[in-house]
T-cell receptor
Framework: QQQVKQSPQSLIVQKGGISIINCAYE??????FPWYQQFPGKGPALLIA???DVSEKKEGRFTISFNKSAKQFSLHIMDSQPGDSATYFC???????????WGAGTKLIIKP | EAQVTQNPRYLITVTGKKLTVTCSQN?????MSWYRQDPGLGLRQIYY???????DKGDVPEGYKVSRKEKRNFPLILESPSPNQTSLYFC??????????????FGPGTRLTVT
């Protein structure tokens, strides 16, 4: 009930392509869905986040798509660049307890 | 500069030798948390604190202790480390109110090896 399932575990995309990472959850009480980006040797950093009252949020080349009925959300990286190579984590939270439930992570490699 | 600091960054120790990993934040955040990161398992929460003197267990608290005597500091204590605690550890902090209130700020990580 508390899990967030993330796929794929790893992803290789050509420069300029679209990177897509998917997450699914079970707990309908989740009300905040962030994506974190982690570069090697660094801690994760918030990339973009969405709440369930909207179906899409875009910030530059990064877009979250949210499907409430399917209990799924995804990160799309348009025009992927080598500098986007990192590990991406999706997460979910319930406002009442502030804890983030994390996906297992996706290692993204953008080939030049 | 707003930041979360952790020390040490790297630590190699032996089974049973008590150790402390320090964590400090300068953003006046109420919420602090410790995670461990292992390949294929993502981030798993060890302990968290919502205020001074208030701590609670996360998903994997066995073998760990924490304390929150001051708002800015949240040390992680391993009383008797074992090899299965070899991992990458992250401290994080966030506000509990305001918008956005959920963003967690992470430290640079501590790579712990227990032999």
């Amino acid at each position: 009930q508390q899990q967030v399932k993330q796929s794929p575990q790893s992803l290789i995309v050509q420069k300029g392509g679209i990177s897509i990472i998917n997450c699914a959850y079970e707990n309908t009480a989740f009300d905040y869905f962030p994506w974190y980006q982690q570069f090697p040797g660094k801690g994760p950093a918030l990339l973009i986040a969405i709440r369930p009252d909207v179906s899409e949020k875009k910030e530059g080349r990064f877009t979250i798509s949210f499907n409430k009925s399917a209990k799924q959300f995804s990160l799309h990286i348009m025009d992927s660049q080598p500098g986007d190579s990192a590990t991406y984590f999706c997460a979910a939270s319930i406002k009442s307890n502030y804890q983030l439930i994390w996906g297992a992570g996706t290692k993204l490699i953008i080939k030049p | 500069e707003a930041q979360v600091t952790q020390n040490p960054r790297y630590l190699i120790t032996v089974t049973g030798k008590k150790l402390t990993v320090t964590c400090s934040q300068n953003m006046n955040h109420e919420y602090m948390s410790w995670y461990r990161q292992d390949p294929g398992l993502g981030l798993r929460q060890i302990y968290y604190s919502m205020n001074v003197e208030v701590t609670d267990k996360g998903d994997v608290p066995e073998g760990y202790k924490v304390s929150r005597k001051e708002k800015r500091n949240f040390p992680l204590i391993l009383e008797s480390p074992s090899p299965n605690q070899t991992s990458l550890y992250f401290c994080a902090s966030s506000r509990l109110s305001g918008d956005p209130s959920y963003e967690q700020y992470f430290g640079p990580g501590t790579r712990l090896t227990v032999t």
